[in-house]
């Protein structure tokens, strides 16, 4: 381990894999705008905004498929 707390997201992270914070879930389609972005440039949590769980299922897909945060912490805005 590097110094993190044993979490969920402390294992995950540690094995190179990517942890992904969401905001409130809704349902509907997947956005077709949709994209990725690393913590640190994601918007503020606002609880009166909703991210469909097609659109975040989409993102880990990409994520999968082609990884661009590795072992970090990564956001779909809604």
Not at 4 to 19: E, H, I, S
Not at 40 to 69: G, K
Request: hydrophobic share 40%; no cysteine; charged share 20%.
């Amino acid at each position: 381990m590097r110094g993190r707390p044993r979490t969920a997201d402390g294992t995950v992270l540690d094995a190179g894999g990517t942890v992904f914070h969401a905001g409130l879930l809704d349902l509907g389609p997947e956005s077709p705008g949709r994209r990725t972005v690393g913590l640190a440039d994601a918007p503020p949590l606002d609880f009166s905004v909703r991210i469909t769980r097609a659109t975040v299922a989409a993102a880990m897909l990409d994520e999968a498929e082609n990884p661009r945060f590795p072992g970090a912490v990564a956001v779909p805005p809604a």
